[in-house]
């Protein structure tokens, strides 16, 4: 049954995504995570304890917030099982949705394309800050650039291909508790003091989560962009992630791009490794591009869960 569902859960959000007043009205389902997430960060992430207590609280809190999520998606599955019988995989299909994020993906990036067409770069900057954690007010028209295709290679390893590898795994409850790990490491899965300790459960966790599923992107990338496995076979390793690196180096390889480099956070300037071999500056045409490889990649998905519907 996880075959089909997966297939329809893909249709699904491609349809529909997330409907802007359904998030206004109830927000979004990652949302809940964040808050036991903030919930336990606030209450037992004290300054004063030794890293040891912090680990382990961090523990603690990552439990949670995975269990939290994995017995929803169970429950969810008992109630469609139980109301719909055969057609039950229909429902967990409308329930999985929104957990895969290929339109909302492609919705945030596509404006960032087309304010650089414009001619717009403040609009732009605005754009890509809304997906990306660098510093982005100082970003000229190729440092924009390739922020949106750099988080555009990522997050179809985060949004896309992990979360849809788990369901096909473990079903509802495996996408959900894949998506409470990814939020975690979001929020506090950082180096800065007053993480290291409490979010290091959280990072490692979510660096094993998306140990396969990042090469399956990677490879995925390469399929629809129909090349860039040199780049990424060289350059996956050029990234502090141990996961990252495959669909950025991967996308870099497609677009004949030079991916990485300096990018501010907070203020501080990190000088990253670069990935590719492409010299020339980026700009909105190469946007348009990441994004055509992008829906290649994201139907590519699509076939692979077809054919397992089909065969199964």
């Known amino acids: ?183 975690a490491d979001s929020l506090i899965g950082h180096y800065e003091p007053r993480w290291r300790a409490f979010g290091w459960a959280a990072a490692r966790t979510d660096d094993v989560a998306n140990f396969v599923p990042a090469r399956i992107a990677g490879a995925t990338i390469c399929l629809a962009g129909r090349g860039g496995w040199r780049i990424m076979a060289r350059d996956a390793g050029n990234h502090t992630s141990p996961n990252a690196g495959w669909p950025e180096a991967a996308m870099a390889g497609a677009l004949g791009l030079s991916l990485g480099g300096p990018a501010a956070y907070d203020g501080a300037v990190l000088d990253k490794p670069r990935i590719g071999d492409g010299c020339r500056q980026a700009g909105a045409a190469d946007i348009t591009r990441a994004l055509r490889v992008y829906r290649r990649s994201c139907l590519t998905l699509w076939l692979v869960a077809g054919g397992m519907a089909w065969a199964l």
């Open 1 to 183: 049954m996880a075959e089909p569902m997966a297939l329809a859960a893909l249709a699904i959000d491609a349809a529909l995504g997330w409907p802007p007043a359904l998030y206004a009205r109830i927000g979004h389902p990652v949302g809940l995570f964040a808050r036991v997430i903030g919930w336990g960060e606030r209450r037992w992430n004290r300054a004063d304890l030794p890293d040891r207590a912090r680990r382990l609280r961090g523990i603690a809190t990552l439990a949670l917030a995975a269990g939290i999520a994995a017995a929803g998606g169970w429950a969810i599955e008992a109630i469609c099982r139980a109301l719909l019988g055969g057609h039950a995989w229909l429902g967990i299909a409308f329930a999985a949705a929104p957990g895969l994020a290929q339109r909302s993906l492609y919705d945030h990036v596509l404006p960032v394309s087309r304010a650089l067409a414009a001619g717009d770069l403040s609009a732009a900057r605005a754009a890509v800050g809304r997906i990306v954690g660098r510093d982005t007010a100082a970003l000229d028209e190729a440092g924009v650039a390739r922020a949106a295709i750099e988080s555009l290679a990522e997050s179809f390893c985060d949004g896309i291909a992990a979360p849809l590898f788990w369901l096909l795994l473990l079903g509802l409850p495996g996408l959900w508790a894949y998506k409470a790990i990814n939020t």
